[in-house]
């Protein structure tokens, strides 16, 4: 049992690796999109710009959540 373990334990951080990673470049790509969409709205809406603005910083957090917890998740599978 602790042979296999011995064996896998350098692939587990390169996918614990992997994974962080790609967590944080879906939260990039994912706060680009928002960015994007929100500075496009307030152009053709520019008397909304507010509202606009608060929304997208609360998605935008929630996307940074989901991200965190996903990193903490990778992190965890190096150590347990």
């Not at 602790?2 to 690796?17: C, K, Q």
């Not at 960015?35 to 809406?45: D, F, K, L, N, V």
């Amino acid at each position: 049992m602790f042979g296999l373990l011995a064996e896998v334990a350098p692939v587990l951080g390169l996918g614990a690796s992997l994974g962080a990673a790609v967590a944080a470049i879906g939260a990039g790509i994912g706060i680009g999109k928002i960015g994007s969409s929100a500075m496009e709205a307030i152009a053709r809406q520019p008397e909304a710009a507010g509202d606009i603005r608060s929304n997208m910083i609360v998605i935008a957090a929630l996307v940074e959540g989901v991200a965190l917890f996903a990193v903490i998740v990778c992190v965890l599978a190096l150590f347990v």
